[in-house]
C-alpha cells in the first residue's frame, strides 16, 4: 500500500531542462521529509535534494545548487525535482524516498527514474 513512484526522466540535451516528480500512495506525503538520490553507473548513490516536512527546509548537494529546486505539493502528495541547466554528469537512476527526516537512510524508496544527458 505504501509506495512512493517516480515519473519525469528521459533524454534531455546538456543545458536543458527536465522536471521529476514523486507520487506517494497510501500515505499522507505532507508528515514526511522527501528526498531525492540518484546513482550514476558504476558510482555509489548520492543525495541530491531534500525537503523537511517540520519546518520546510531544502537541501542541495554543491553539484546540484542553483540549478535544481525541491518543491512540495501537499494537495497532490507528490514532491518535484525541477532540473535546469542539465549536464551530462546528471545522468543517473533518480530515485525519491521518504522518511520523517531528511536522512540518507529513507524507509520508503521508489524504483527510480533514469535521466540521461546526452546530444
Known amino acids: 500500500q505504501l509506495q512512493l513512484v517516480e515519473s519525469g526522466g528521459g533524454l534531455v540535451q546538456p543545458g536543458g531542462s527536465l522536471r521529476l516528480s514523486c507520487a506517494a500512495s497510501g500515505f499522507t506525503l505532507d508528515y514526511y521529509a522527501i528526498g531525492w538520490f540518484r546513482q550514476a553507473p558504476g558510482k555509489e548513490r548520492e543525495g541530491v535534494s531534500c525537503?523537511?516536512?517540520?519546518?520546510?527546509?531544502?537541501y542541495y548537494a554543491d553539484s546540484v545548487k542553483g540549478r535544481f529546486t525541491i518543491s512540495r505539493d501537499n494537495a497532490k502528495n507528490t514532491v518535484y525535482l525541477q532540473m535546469n541547466s542539465l549536464k551530462p554528469e546528471d545522468t543517473a537512476v533518480y530515485y525519491c524516498?521518504?522518511?520523517?527526516?531528511?536522512?540518507?537512510?529513507?524507509?520508503?524508496w521508489g524504483k527510480g527514474t533514469l535521466v540521461t544527458v546526452s546530444s
Open positions: 525537503i523537511s516536512s517540520s519546518d520546510g527546509s531544502t
Open positions: 524516498a521518504a522518511d520523517k527526516a531528511c536522512t540518507f537512510a529513507m524507509d520508503y
